[in-house]
């Protein structure tokens, strides 16, 4: 049983734009948002999807409308795709909060603003995926459209990743971009019931549809 999944984050946002934290809020995409998500309909638009699914954002589903313009498939919004819900955090400027939240990413503990724990983020991203894939035909294509911080966290829950050295690498090649980028792919597959990446977030442009498991940094 093989089930490959292409995940797409969405395009720059006002809020994106402001550098303000965006979780569970929305902001409506940028000229540039719209530009970023022809860039991954550009990249994804000869792979035949057999179904998609977005984040129930607004942000999230028009992204995935414009990736999936040629394509004979609608994207169906689902809730547990949303961000993580960092609680009243949630809105401000990064660089009102940053010292709290660099604190609290470390521990991945919203809950007591309003917000995700790490366990509900662990039980959401786990409980999504596997879902889909169990729901899934052998062989299909799925595209996923949802967000930055989640799709770092998928990285770390479905693959056990050590997403901050991956992080320093990305910044040594561009300090300024960040690890996951507005429409950036990322490409996975549930194997016989074991999960493998093959192909880590990059910039539309760079995308190859990988087929074979990359290598990554493991947490220790």
């Given at each position: 049983?093989?089930?490959?999944?292409?995940?797409?984050?969405?395009?720059?946002?006002m809020?994106n734009?402001?550098?303000?934290?965006?979780?569970?809020?929305d902001s409506?995409?940028?000229?540039?948002g719209?530009?970023?998500?022809?860039?991954?309909?550009?990249?994804?638009?000869?792979?035949?999807?057999d179904?998609?699914?977005?984040?129930?954002?607004?942000?999230?589903?028009?992204?995935?409308?414009?990736v999936?313009?040629?394509?004979?498939?609608?994207a169906?919004p689902?809730k547990?795709?949303?961000?993580?819900?960092?609680?009243?955090?949630?809105?401000?400027?990064?660089d009102?909060?940053r010292?709290?939240?660099?604190?609290?990413?470390?521990?991945?503990d919203f809950?007591d603003?309003?917000?995700?724990s790490?366990?509900?983020?662990?039980?959401?991203i786990?409980?999504?995926?596997?879902?889909i894939?169990?729901?899934?035909?052998?062989?299909?294509?799925?595209?996923i459209?949802?967000?930055?911080?989640?799709?770092?966290?998928?990285?770390?829950?479905?693959?056990?990743?050590?997403?901050?050295?991956?992080?320093?690498?990305?910044?040594k090649?561009?300090?300024?971009?960040?690890?996951?980028?507005?429409?950036?792919?990322?490409?996975?597959?549930?194997?016989?019931?074991?999960?493998?990446?093959?192909?880590?977030?990059?910039?539309?442009?760079?995308?190859?549809?990988?087929?074979?498991?990359?290598?990554?940094?493991?947490?220790?």
């Amino acid at each position: 049983m093989n089930v490959t999944f292409y995940y797409v984050r969405h395009g720059q946002t006002m809020f994106n734009l402001q550098r303000r934290l965006q979780g569970m809020c929305d902001s409506p995409l940028t000229e540039k948002g719209i530009a970023d998500a022809h860039r991954a309909e550009l990249a994804l638009r000869r792979i035949p999807f057999d179904r998609a699914f977005c984040s129930s954002s607004e942000r999230c589903i028009d992204t995935a409308a414009i990736v999936l313009e040629r394509h004979n498939v609608h994207a169906k919004p689902i809730k547990s795709l949303k961000e993580v819900d960092f609680g009243s955090l949630d809105g401000y400027l990064i660089d009102e909060i940053r010292e709290e939240f660099e604190l609290r990413k470390k521990t991945d503990d919203f809950g007591d603003l309003g917000g995700d724990s790490s366990e509900s983020i662990y039980r959401r991203i786990s409980g999504t995926f596997n879902q889909i894939a169990d729901s899934a035909i052998d062989g299909e294509k799925i595209l996923i459209v949802s967000h930055g911080s989640f799709g770092m966290h998928t990285l770390e829950v479905l693959f056990h990743m050590d997403t901050e050295r991956f992080i320093e690498e990305r910044r040594k090649i561009d300090p300024n971009q960040y690890a996951f980028p507005n429409c950036g792919i990322m490409k996975f597959r549930r194997k016989n019931g074991v999960w493998e990446i093959l192909e880590l977030p990059c910039e539309p442009e760079r995308f190859t549809d990988h087929n074979e498991p990359v290598e990554i940094p493991l947490r220790k």
